[in-house]
């Protein structure tokens, strides 16, 4: 086990926040009709925050966290006749943009374990999401990949190769990583166990 494992798993159980998160990936503002309210920082990943919608009640513990009553957040019965109904958050054109992702807090531990590896004078120019949908993942791999040493003063850009077995959540991994708008990546229709284990293709594999 790493040496930065026991505090990390140590964060992750003291925390009585809910799940869902918002991880913000580029400089554009949110628009306001996807209703979205912002709770504490995620520890664990920068940029990252637990939220809830402005639809939603939350208990006396404050925003995302579970009610006195011991429930989760939960809709709010009444919306009133002048509030406009929230759209769905991917309809909101800087989702669209590539500029956030909802994803699980626990799935954003990726980003700290790879931070202290690269502290740790770790490399990753090729890496590869064995089973990557629905594309949450995939996306932190991305934003941790290293230029590839070239021949005198130049460097390529790394890569990561996003595999999925499953036809429709292939797609789904597509529109993730696409709104990303890098070139850095490549979506197959594959298994984990079609990789071989005799050439290092990569330098870090998730599966």
Known sequence: MPDFAPELLHS?????????????????????????????????????????RSHETEGAGGPNRPSDAGGPIRPSDARGPNRP????????????????????????????????????????????????APGGKSLTLLRHLDSEPGQGNEATEGGLMAAEPQQDRLELLAQTLARTGSDRYTVVKAEAQQWSVTEPLFEGILA
């Open 12 to 52: 992750l159980s003291q925390t009585e926040q809910a799940d869902r998160t918002i991880r913000f990936l580029k400089q554009l503002p949110l628009t306001g009709n996807e209703g979205i309210q912002l709770g504490q920082a995620v520890p664990w990943c920068p940029g990252a925050y637990w939220f809830r």
């Open 85 to 132: 109904a929230l759209k769905p958050l991917h309809h909101d054109p800087a989702y669209q943009a590539g500029a956030w992702h909802v994803q699980e807090a626990s799935g954003l531990v990726l980003d700290e374990v790879l931070r202290q590896l690269k502290a740790r004078g770790y490399k990753f120019t090729k890496l590869l999401d064995a089973c990557a």
